[in-house]
Every structure is written in structure tokens, then in C-alpha cells.
């Protein structure tokens, strides 16, 4: 089974609810769930589950080589690349690495055979086992690197479950390419978002994508003061159920920023999630 | 001696466009006799890398040398690979001041990119 | 004119909350710059709900391509599907015979176009979200909404900040601020593209400190200058030491220190920039001084990146 954490607007509490999932659930029958990253651009989970990263890859992009000597530029390559990440010039044919997806287009129908494709690091895939024996995997894109989806897709080909294990994976903020990518594939999705406009406007997107996926989905309202009609209203609309409401308290604010999961600061917490992933459980 | 020049329309008093990448318009103009044409830029709507489009672009049509606003890197390799000089309007207004200027010496020769890719490159 | 980009690294530090107010008090004082509004975080556009403008234009944004297969051509050789990276193509079953494409997996790469021999393949544009022209209360704002589920978040960032600095130019606005995205991947890398100046909004949790590492960074590698702001100081006062002991390592000043005020949600609930809604609250005071040493940084002389 694989659960995305989401939520569309940022600061949300994603990580949060995620890893404190995950301790949950290591405490209940094995094998504890594999947690995975995805937010490859500030991942953060690591500090809440503290693993000892011990695995390694590296994720790169195969982008073209131009062996001059039988190269006719005919501009064939600079045609079919659709990202103008090679052109030709008069009598140089240039390539523009980090416009480059790695799709293999050029190397393909170069005419003269003239292209080869070589490894572009962009980032790192590292794994590891965390505290309560969860497993762990995270991406980390490399800075100044545009893309984040590459790695996002190779995380989740590189860290397998084991039989029976859970997958929580932990999403990036925002409802474009980088949250798509790690959302699909999964049985449910969790929403975590605050009663405010922000994350109405935000939870409404979210949602969004979750429909259009086709992938039942669940919300967390976080940092409750006091109910906010328009989401209860929303979330009834779409028949989304909140599966969870955490209060806002400034001792829970405090030992987040530390940290800490949630049942960390208040134990009872442990059985609150436990009870949201059965209702998940039998939802699916 | 043939230039390009980006433009917001076409014409030689038109406002000057400050992108290179994403101008609306090149103007072609043998500085010479001041004739001119003018060409779209079609690399001006692509997701990425317009300014190597743009750059191919401009390369069909025989010019020495290239006016802008500003070359982001992807457009100023593209150029230099391609052997066009670039310089910058400065505070030209209309293409025929930049003309004007251009022939004699008066425009700032670029050596370097002058702004930051929109693309990851730094 | 210069651009001011706001940036965070980690979501839901503050950084719409603070681009409001800057967009207030650079209208109403102290320190009055004529101002365009840029909202690039164009995932989860927020700026708008505490700004309320009145939309002016709307204009269709195209981001990429998506392959589409003619049923009728295709012969079911799967040429398409040995030769697409992104797992986009879908395979025929006995009630669909032809090959097809996943829209939401396609990257617009066109190699399945080029390399089908029956030519059943082509590509189609997709229209992908929308931008705008608004006028708000304190100036104009450009911002968009790209539809969920899309791509090309950094293209269409790119449209927008464009337009507003041709608007800026046309007007002598002195600057344009830019409320930027999270993270520090292309939407990002757009929205700082061409700044004078970035201000992080940090927050003293150690996910916030993690995150302005790699913030900074980024800002770094691009070269923008960049200066910062801590919000919610008082969640932890140890992560504020820490933040600011990293800062002074690194030679970046902290400009500012907003205390945890609960005026800043009342504020958005009301859809006003905290500033506006009230003046004297904690958050409110903070947030003017730091617009105050912004703003002289963003009207100096000193030579950064000119972007006049």
C-alpha cells in the first residue's frame, strides 16, 4: 500500500503528519513502513526520523555527446529536440545541458550516428534505516539544477518495499510536475492543510489533482484553533473526509520546530494515526 | 554591413525590446544603405531555451552583429559559438538611434552574459 | 528599476504574508517606491487572496506539448513505447487496439513523433494555465494560476515577471517584487532570475534552517545578492541563534525578526497585508523596519546587478 503525503500550499505540516505516520506505524506490526522523500528540492524528514544514511546513487540524465569528426551539421538534432537544447550552428553544434531531458531524440535520429549519450549527475538517491527501524529513502537535487522530477522518478524505481511493507511518501508543496510525479502510483492520498484562505485555496487544487489521478484522497486539517466553516463545507462537497484535526498549540509549534513528531509532544497521537491509516485501510 | 536589432514592432522608430530571447520582433538593416526587413521571432513562446532559438534564428540571416538589452547565457554562447558580436542599446529608445550610435562606436560590446538564465544556468 | 524576489527555501515560512505588507507600505509609507506586484508562485497562487486586485486582462498560458496517437494510423508496433523515457505510453488492450498516450506522464519530447513509421503520432499544444493583469490597491499585480497537474511552471513565471518589468520600465516604477515560490528547483530558479536582491523568509525550526542552507546556496550560485528576515522568532530561540550564527559564517545580513503574531493569520482571513489591517501589532512593527532597510537597499547606489 502507498500513501502520499500532500497538501498544495507549503508549511502545512506535511512532514509532520508524514513522519509521525511512520513512527505510528513502526509500532504496530512489522515490518515498520518505508518512508520516502520526494520533496528532492528542501527535504526535510530527516530530521524528524534521523536515519543513518549508509546507501548511495546517483541520479543523472543521459544527455548527447557530439562527436564532431561525423558530424555533418545538418541540424537534424537541433529540429527534433524539442527543449533547443542542442543547435547547430554554421559549423558547431552546441549542447545546452540543463535544457536537456535526457530523452534521446537526437542520439536517435542523428543521421551520421554522430551522438552518444553520457551520464549528467543531477542528484543523489540515498537510503537508510531510521529510528522505531523504519526504513528510509530520500532525493536530494543537486543546487542550481532545474528539474526535480528526474530524481523524483528515480527514487521511487531505486527504494522498493518489502512484502507487506507501507510506502508513505512525502511530498514536495505546490500541485505541478515535481507533486504529480510523486503522487501517481499511489492508493491514497493525505491531505494536510490549515484552516485559513491560503490552504483553502491551496486544499482546492490539491484536490484537483487528486481527482484527476483518480486517487481516493483524505484530508488533515492542522493548526485548528477554531473551525473554518468554508473548509468543513468544502471538504463535505467533495466528500473528502478529515481524517484527523490538530489543534494549534504553541507547545506542538515548538516541539515541531525542534524536531519532534507529534507523538513525540503528545503520546496519545501514536493511536490517532494508527486510527487514520485503518480507516485508510479499509477505505481501499 | 548587416545587424539585427530587437524590436517591440516593426519599424525603425519603434520602441526598442530590452530581451533578446523573447523579442517580439528582429530587424534586419544594412547599415549602409538602411535598408531593413523585419523578421518574428519564433523562439519568442518557447518553453525553454528561447534564446538558442533565437539564436538560430538570427543566424539565417547574415548579420556581423546583434543589439539587445540583454543576452542571458544559453543566447550569448549561442552567439559567440555562432561568431555575431553583441552589444547593448544602452538608453536608445528606437532602433535608428541605436543605428545611429552603433556606427560610430558609441554601444557597449558584450564580453560576458549580462543577466541570469531563466534555466538553471548561473 | 530593480527587482526584489522574496524566497523561503521551505514552504509556509511567510513569504506571501510579508509580500503583501511590502506591497502596502511601499504605497503607503514609510518609504514610498512605485512598485509592480508579481505573484510567481504559480502552483498555489496566494497573493491575490490578501490583495483582492481587480483583474484587468486574462490571458491563456500554453506550456508544453503532449504527444496524441491517430487510432486510426497506428498499426500496434510499439516503436512509441521502446522509445519513450517517461513511461507515457499506454498499452493497447483488447477494448482500445491502438497504442495511446498518458498526458499526465508525456514530457513533450516528441521522440515517439519522430520515430513512428506509420507518422500516426503529432503533438499538441496544451494549454496549461492562465495569467493575469490585475490592479490591487497598491499597484499593479501579474500573476497566474497554472491548471493542477501541469508543467512548465518556470515558463510561465517567466511570462509573468516579464510583463511586469515592461510595465515597470513603461511606468518608471523603482521596483518590482516578486513573491516567489518554494524550493530551489526551476520555478525558483525563474522568479530570481534578473533580481537585484533576494529576501529569505526563514523560520527557526530546524526543517527552516536546513532549507535556507540550501536557499542560500542557490541564491549564491546565481549570484543574486541576497539578504534575510526570521519570522516567528520566538518558536525557538535556539534555531534564531542558530540561524543567525550560519548567517554571520556566511556573510549574509539578517535584516529582520518577526515575532509569532497572531495578527498575521486575522489579517489574511480579512484579505489585508498585516501592515494594513494593524499597524501596531508586533508583526506589523517588524515587518515596516525591515521594509525600511529594503527598501534604501533596493533605491542605493550601490552597483549590483543593474537592471535599469
Known sequence: MIITIASGKGGTGKTTVAASLAISLAAEQPPPPLFLDCDVEAPNAHLFLHPKLDKQQDVALLIPSVDETRCTHCGKCAEVCQYHAITVLGQKTLVFPQLCHGCGSCAALCPEKAITEIPNRMGILEHGLGRDGVAFARGVLNLGEPMAVPVIRHLLAWAQPASGQVVLRDASPGTSCPVVATIRGSDYLLLATEPTPFGLHDLRLAAQVAAKLGIPAGVIINRENSPYPDMDAFCAEKRLPVLLRIPFKRAIAEGVAQGKTLLDIHPEYGDCFRQVFRHISRRL | MRIVLTSTSPGLEAAIDPRFGRADYFLVVDIDTLEWEVHTNLGANAAGGAGIKAAQCIFNFNVAAAISGEFGPNAFDALQAAGIAMYRYGDCRTASQAIERFKVGQLEKIGAPTRQGHHGRG | ?308
Open chain 3, 1 to 308: 528599476m530593480r527587482q526584489l524576489v522574496i524566497l523561503s527555501g521551505k514552504g509556509g515560512t511567510g513569504k506571501t504574508s510579508l509580500a503583501a505588507a511590502f506591497a502596502h507600505l511601499a504605497y503607503a509609507g514609510p518609504s514610498v517606491l512605485q512598485a509592480v506586484l508579481v505573484d510567481a508562485d504559480v502552483d498555489a497562487a496566494n497573493l491575490d487572496l490578501v490583495l483582492r486586485p481587480n483583474r484587468r486582462e486574462t490571458h491563456d498560458f500554453t506550456g508544453g506539448s503532449v504527444a496524441m496517437i491517430d487510432p486510426q494510423l497506428c498499426q500496434g508496433c510499439g516503436n512509441c513505447e521502446q522509445v519513450c523515457r517517461f513511461e507515457a505510453i499506454v498499452l493497447p488492450t483488447h477494448t482500445q487496439p491502438a497504442y495511446a498516450v498518458d498526458a499526465i506522464a508525456c514530457d513533450g519530447c516528441a521522440a515517439c513523433v519522430y520515430q513512428c513509421p506509420e507518422d500516426a503520432i503529432h503533438m499538441e499544444p496544451q494549454t496549461a494555465g492562465r495569467w493575469y493583469r490585475s490592479e490591487s490597491r497598491y499597484g499593479p499585480l501579474f500573476h497566474a494560476d497554472l491548471y493542477p497537474a501541469q508543467e512548465n511552471s518556470g515558463k510561465l513565471v517567466t511570462l509573468v515577471k516579464q510583463n511586469a518589468r515592461l510595465l515597470a520600465l513603461d511606468t518608471n516604477s523603482q521596483v518590482v517584487i516578486v513573491d516567489g515560490p518554494p524550493g530551489i528547483g526551476c520555478p525558483v530558479i525563474a522568479a530570481a532570475a534578473g533580481a537585484y536582491l533576494a529576501l529569505i523568509v526563514t523560520e527557526p525550526s530546524l526543517a527552516g534552517i536546513h532549507d535556507l542552507g540550501r536557499i542560500l546556496q542557490t541564491t549564491t550560485h546565481f549570484h543574486i545578492p541576497a539578504l534575510v528576515i526570521i519570522n516567528k522568532t520566538d518558536i525557538y530561540l535556539e534555531g534564531t541563534t542558530q540561524i543567525e550564527a550560519v548567517c554571520s559564517e556566511l556573510g549574509i545580513e539578517v535584516i529582520g525578526r518577526i515575532p509569532f503574531d497572531p495578527a498575521v493569520t486575522e489579517a489574511m482571513i480579512n484579505g489585508e497585508p498585516t501592515t494594513a489591517y494593524r499597524p501596531e501589532a508586533p508583526a506589523s512593527q517588524a515587518m515596516t523596519a525591515a521594509w525600511q532597510i529594503v527598501a534604501a537597499r533596493v533605491n542605493g547606489t550601490e552597483a549590483a546587478h543593474d537592471d535599469s
